[in-house]
T-cell receptor
Framework: GDSVTQMEGPVTLSEEAFLTINCTYT??????LFWYVQYPGEGLQLLLK?????DKGSNKGFEATYRKETTSFHLEKGSVQVSDSAVYFC?????????????FGKGTKLTVNP | GAGVSQTPSNKVTEKGKYVELRCDPI?????LYWYRQSLGQGPEFLIY????????DSGLPNDRFFAVRPEGSVSTLKIQRTERGDSAMYLC???????????FGEGSWLTVV
């Protein structure tokens, strides 16, 4: 079945460091890809998405490009802030015959120190 | 309301008891989803409603789990004969339908002792 694999955490960075969180997927069909973020004490929020190959999603300085050839959707940010500390989830949907359900990775906890 | 609302935020129950978790979606959202998230894991899909009907219930783990959405708005997730393995965060989400952004609530923590 469809699945998402993302890099194990936790990840600890200093402020202004470069961030990469790797995400690869296995899916039949042509899924849409997402990054969700969960800040401490809050619900999941959509960070960015891409719906077809070579699309780049971006928001709040974060970017991810849908790479069909490598089945990847890595999350990057050039300069992280303390406020970016959260758990990040990679997810896909729409793979199996247009299914609406989201399939999530296990999450990567990011801590940014001042 | 402004966002997806879930009640209770925390529930502790004894093994074997019956539990109901409520979800109030964003007004006007026709699609509603339930997910379960265990510690250290990503959310796992349980069930998806389009309007009043369950369009996909393939994620419900067994027949102790059931969900309803009788009027196409509020939904209730019902768990019978709870087991300790049911302890998890139960997340509800809603959207305007296919292809639209899915908005999540803050979840209901269920602990079965």
């Amino acid at each position: 079945g469809d699945s998402v694999t993302q890099m194990e955490g936790p990840v600890t960075l200093s402020e202004e460091a470069f961030l990469t969180i790797n995400c690869t997927y296995t899916a039949t069909g042509y899924p849409s890809l997402f990054w969700y973020v969960q800040y401490p004490g809050e619900g999941l929020q959509l960070l960015l998405k891409a719906t077809k190959a070579d699309d780049k999603g971006s928001n709040k300085g974060f970017e991810a490009t849908y790479r069909k050839e490598t089945t990847s959707f890595h999350l990057e940010k050039g300069s992280v802030q303390v406020s970016d500390s959260a758990v990040y989830f990679c997810a896909l949907s729409g793979a199996q015959g247009g299914s609406e359900k989201l399939v999530f990775g296990k999450g990567t906890k990011l801590t940014v120190n001042p | 309301g402004a966002g997806v609302s879930q009640t209770p935020s925390n529930k502790v129950t004894e093994k074997g008891k019956y539990v109901e978790l409520r979800c109030d979606p964003i007004s006007g959202h026709t699609a509603l989803y339930w997910y379960r998230q265990s510690l250290g894991q990503g959310p796992e899909f349980l069930i998806y409603f389009q309007g009043t009907g369950a369009a996909d219930d393939s994620g419900l783990p067994n027949d102790r789990f059931f969900a309803v959405r009788p009027e196409g708005s509020v939904s209730t997730l019902k768990i019978q004969r709870t087991e300790r393995g049911d302890s998890a965060m139960y997340l509800c989400a809603s959207s305007l339908g296919s292809g639209n952004t899915i908005y999540f609530g803050e979840g209901s923590w269920l602990t079965v002792v």
